[in-house]
């Protein structure tokens, strides 16, 4: 029985820490764009208030981090 607890729970913390980040590529992708594109300071501002949406809402609330990440990135281009 112990055995069988123990088991779970690995399975467990490695699937979590699998799925986690599940954003993580666009993240970067946003901050190398903010770093290497020359914009207003307005739209810095906003592009960073996005991000941190992104951020927060990536594994509670993944649409309205999908929606902020693309309004980030039209503003970037």
Known sequence: MKKIIMITLSLSFLVSNVFAGCMK???KQLDAKL?????????????KK??????????KNSEL????YEKAL???N
């Open 25 to 27: 590529s666009e993240i």
């Open 35 to 47: 770093s290497t594109t020359e914009i207003t300071e307005a739209k810095k501002a906003e592009v």
């Open 50 to 59: 996005l991000r941190d949406i992104v951020v927060a809402n990536e594994h």
């Open 65 to 68: 981090a999908f929606e902020s």
């Open 74 to 76: 039209s503003l970037l």
